[in-house]
Every structure is written in structure tokens, then in C-alpha cells.
């Protein structure tokens, strides 16, 4: 049962453009959404964060849209440069006992052209 | 501010071989500590976790065992190795805050490939 889901297992945006990752999960206990950029052989590094009680979270280039009725996150870079080509992790964890663990999507490889 | 080490960062060892992994956290007290395996091609999966000394949560059942002998010390072991314990396995840490999210914060990564 997977409930984070990344149904996009790549994306190849133009240096300069928008690029918008998608996530969408299906525990409605979840509260808090996070997105992660990893490069190859390397940990996970965290990028922004959002919960449930915002719909919008803005850090830099990095925006994360939560649209909670549609169980939908997205996260969009403007303007993409050719280092954000990573993958990308969306995760979420549920208030409570199980408030410590983060369940991950399978992740998105954005590819970001010169 | 907070650091995470794990190593070896690459091993090969052999098929029925022991394993372990060592994590070390500094600058935080009584942090949420986790152990993650990335296998090829597909997402993290949490393996273990543990909120204190001597308490460790097991996600999935498998050949992996963890402890934690200290306060900032996680370390991930096998009595003896199979092929499909290879992948990439990341320590991660982090501190509950009851009026906000969850953020973790890893090591890393070691890459075990088991021959």
C-alpha cells in the first residue's frame, strides 16, 4: 500500500523554466509534507516543508502548493538551473504516536537542460 | 548546529559475511534515530527507527538488526549477509516537536554491495 505516491518518474525542463513536481498521497492523517533533493550517492537533503495548515510555502526559487481536499502537493523551481537535476522525494508524516516517521514517494529525476 | 556521520561510506563483502553500520549524531540531545536502504531503482524505505537508548523499532522483517548503545549512536548490523542486502543504506536523525512537523536529516549514504 503505498501511500505517497510519485507517478512521475522523471521530468526534463529547459534552464530557465518552471518545473513542477507532483505528489499525491492517500492517508488523510497526514499533516506535515516535506520535499527532499538527493544526488546520486548521496543522502537526502532537505528542501521545504509544508502543514496541513498552510497551502503555500515559499523559500527562495522553491515553492510547495498543498491542496488538501485533492490529497495533492506539488513542488515548483523557477527559474530550474542545471544543478537542481536530482531526484526528488516527497514525504509525509501523520500527527500523533507516529509523528517521527516520514513515509516517502518513490521519487522524481529532473533533468534541467542547459 | 547538527551533524551526521555514517561510514564506512563503501563496502563489498561477501555472501554470508557480518555486517555493521555505525551512525553518530552530534549537537543535539535524545534525537528520533533511523535507518534507510534506497534499493536500485526505488524509493526509501524506513528499516528501523528508535526513540531513545535501547529502543529500537523494526519496519520491515528482514536479515538486518539495529541498536543503539548510546544516546547519538545508531548502528546497523548482519550475522550474515545475503545478495539482496545490497543497496544504499542512509542513518538519518531528527527532534519531535509536538507543535510542528517532522523533519529528518540524513547522513551520507553507505553503499554496500554483497558479493
Known amino acids: 500500500d503505498q501511500q505517497v505516491k510519485q507517478n512521475s518518474p522523471s521530468l526534463s525542463v529547459q534552464e530557465g523554466r518552471i518545473s513542477i513536481l507532483n505528489c499525491d498521497y492517500t492517508?488523510?492523517?497526514?499533516?506535515?509534507f516535506l520535499w527532499y533533493k538527493k544526488y546520486p550517492a548521496e543522502g537526502p537533503t532537505f528542501l521545504i516543508s509544508?502543514?496541513?495548515?498552510?497551502d503555500k510555502n515559499e523559500d527562495g526559487r522553491f515553492t510547495v502548493f498543498l491542496n488538501k481536499s485533492a490529497k495533492h502537493l506539488s513542488l515548483h523551481i523557477v527559474p530550474s538551473q542545471p544543478g537542481d537535476s536530482a531526484v526528488y522525494f516527497c514525504?509525509?508524516?501523520?500527527?500523533?504516536?507516529?509523528?517521527?516517521?516520514?513515509?516517502f514517494g518513490k521519487g522524481t529525476l529532473l533533468t534541467v537542460n542547459p | 548546529s547538527q551533524t551526521i556521520h555514517q561510514w564506512p561510506a563503501t563496502l563489498v563483502q561477501p555472501v554470508g559475511s557480518p555486517l555493521s553500520l555505525e551512525c553518530t549524531v552530534e549537537?543535539?540531545?535524545?534525537?528520533?534515530l533511523y535507518w534507510y536502504r534506497q534499493a536500485a531503482g526505488r524509493g526509501l524505505q524506513l528499516l528501523f527507527y528508535s526513540v531513545g537508548i535501547g529502543q529500537i523499532s523494526s519496519e520491515v522483517p528482514q536479515n538486518l538488526s539495529a541498536s543503539r548503545p548510546q544516546d547519538r549512536q545508531f548502528i546497523l548490523s548482519s550475522k550474515k549477509l545475503l545478495l539482496s542486502d545490497s543497496g544504499f543504506y542512509l542513518c538519518?536523525?531528527?527532534?519531535?516537536?509536538?507543535?510542528?512537523?517532522?523533519?529528518?536529516?540524513f547522513g551520507e549514504g553507505s553503499w554496500l554491495t554483497v558479493v
Open positions: 514525504a509525509a508524516s501523520a500527527r500523533g504516536g507516529s509523528n517521527y516517521k516520514l513515509t
Open positions: 509544508i502543514s496541513s495548515i498552510k
Open positions: 538519518a536523525w531528527s527532534v519531535t516537536r509536538k507543535s510542528s512537523g517532522n523533519t529528518i536529516y
Open positions: 549537537g543535539t540531545s535524545n534525537p528520533n
Open positions: 492517508n488523510s492523517m497526514f499533516d506535515y
